[in-house]
């Protein structure tokens, strides 16, 4: 993209996240800024920081069974369990540990997990690590998949946030609408930036993103 990326911190010094300001369309609605996480997901220092990050904002009584990553965040998941582990968090599951686990999508786009998966969402205490959380859609939808599979969300974390609360369960992040106060995210049928015509940059998706 020919748009400049800039860098900015978390209040720690210690978590890098790029952003890059344009017009680009996601899968539920246009936004002007473009989140490039490729290093904080992929890069063992800034995925080890993100994770710690992360960690700090649970509360030692929280029960944690199972984390369940989507957007890519494998890396900071495993990190974030090791973390929480070494933390002394409480598991009730029988093997007294964290499972990291990631989601199929059927045909139809909808969440499923595998029969040798079900057994780490079953009555788990479950987390939802997400990279970004715009409007809340993919919140709900995992959540109801998680209870669909009997498990119990006790938390959603993300990278950035653009929302404090989703579907009754506060969102725990390192990033917020604060850190990008003029962060926007608008419905695809209504958008400024298509009105005033202003050129589309790219497609993006945890992936990453395709220019047009």
């Known amino acids: 993209m020919e748009n ?3 860098k900015i911190f978390d209040q720690t010094g210690t978590v890098p996240l790029k952003v890059v300001h344009g017009h680009f369309v996601t899968n539920h609605s246009h936004v002007n800024y473009y989140l490039d996480m490729t290093t ?3 890069r063992l220092s800034e995925a ?3 994770a710690s990050r992360l960690a700090s904002r649970y509360l030692s ?3 944690i069974d199972t984390i369940v990553c989507l957007d890519g965040t494998q890396v ?9 582990t ?3 968090y409480m598991s009730m599951n029988e093997h007294k540990t964290i499972y990291v686990v990631t989601p199929e999508y059927n045909s139809n786009s909808q969440m499923i997990f595998r029969d040798n998966i079900q057994p780490m969402i079953e009555n788990k205490h479950v987390i939802l690590l997400m990279a970004s959380v715009t409007t809340g859609i993919t919140v709900r939808k995992s959540m109801e998949c998680i209870s669909y599979y009997n498990g119990i ?3 959603v974390s993300s990278i950035f946030s653009a929302m404090k609360e989703a579907h009754g369960q506060p969102i725990v992040s390192i990033f917020s609408s604060e850190d990008l106060p003029d962060y926007a995210s608008f419905p695809m049928h209504d958008c400024p930036m298509c009105k005033a015509h202003q050129r589309i940059d790219a497609l993006v998706n945890s992936f990453g993103y395709s220019k047009l």
């Open 4 to 6: 400049r990326a800039l």
């Open 40 to 42: 904080l997901k992929t």
């Open 48 to 50: 080890s920081a993100a």
């Open 61 to 63: 009584n929280t029960i």
């Open 76 to 84: 900071i998941g495993t990190l974030l369990a090791q973390e929480l």
């Open 86 to 88: 070494n933390e002394g």
């Open 153 to 155: 969300t006790v938390g």
